[in-house]
């Protein structure tokens, strides 16, 4: 399949174009201008949208009309040009009706936008929904938490008993590929994860063992961990429930927990 790719230079894009050219398919990258995009998307069989803003303290009128607004068009310039399907990848604060951040919120508002243009068009859209996604090129949390293991810092994480799905980059980026293959699942939203929630713990312990550095991890209560807005995401739970995608489309992550560890290891040690 001959298939345009938003956000291909980006943490994910840069994922997904090894896997895209590994199963055949020709990538298209597509920019944001309407005349240039056109262009790239004439000719092409699907979409896959990455590019959004991806940060939740983000200007809200900036993240509408990027996130929102910006998808939408892109659906109805897809559907404009004649492609047959358009992935769009959300975020698992889409699944609240009511998400907890503005981020959230326009990823929501992003979803019905660019299902409201598959209505009206008869573009297949499919939205994936993932939780925390890590992997080499990784940034922000993530890469701060494997810094501070490798760098052999105490962390306050041992009294920490929650359960986050998360998701490697390569398994995302497999099955973003299994929804473009699959026929007839256009209108669907499927959230996708590698499987067993991890607690931050044994998540500490496993980056460690694979950095060469055992994780030091100290008692701490979590209760005053909340207070730091960015330690929230490592101790809260968040399970997310992946078996419409496992059940639906027979997908499976083809890296298991150990290998994408071992690859995100491997990449910053190389840095």
């Not at 996130?67 to 109805?76: D, F, I």
């Amino acid at each position: 399949m001959r298939i345009a790719v938003t956000g291909s230079s980006g943490f994910i894009g840069s994922a997904l174009e090894t896997v895209l050219i590994a199963r055949g398919h020709e990538m298209r990258k597509a920019g944001r201008g309407s005349a240039a995009l056109n262009e790239v998307l004439s000719g092409c069989d699907a979409v896959i949208h990455l590019a959004n803003i991806a940060h939740a303290r983000a200007n809200r009128a900036l993240l509408w009309e990027v996130n929102v607004a910006g998808s939408r068009r892109l659906a109805e310039a897809a559907a404009a040009q004649g492609l047959r399907r358009m992935i769009y990848l959300s975020s698992i604060k889409a699944q609240s009706a009511e998400p907890g951040d503005r981020y959230g919120a326009a990823k929501l508002a992003a979803e019905k936008a660019v299902f409201e243009v598959a209505r009206v068009t008869g573009l297949e859209v499919i939205v994936l929904r993932p939780p925390l996604v890590y992997g080499p090129r990784v940034k922000a949390n993530f890469l701060a938490l494997v810094t501070a293991i490798a760098r052999g810092w105490p962390l306050p994480f041992a009294s920490i008993a929650n359960r986050r799905s998360i998701l490697y980059v390569c398994n995302l980026a497999d099955a973003i590929l299994s929804c473009v293959e699959t026929p007839r699942i256009g209108g669907k939203s499927y959230v996708v994860t590698d499987g067993e929630p991890v607690s931050t713990p044994d998540l500490c312990r496993a980056l460690g063992e694979a950095l060469g550095r055992p994780a030091r991890l100290f008692p701490f209560p979590p209760a005053l961990l909340e207070v730091v807005p960015p330690l929230r995401s490592l101790t809260r739970s968040l399970v997310a429930d992946d078996s419409a995608i496992r059940q639906e489309l027979g997908w499976q992550p083809p890296f298991s927990f150990e290998q994408a560890l071992g690859a995100t290891a491997q990449w910053y040690l190389a840095r």
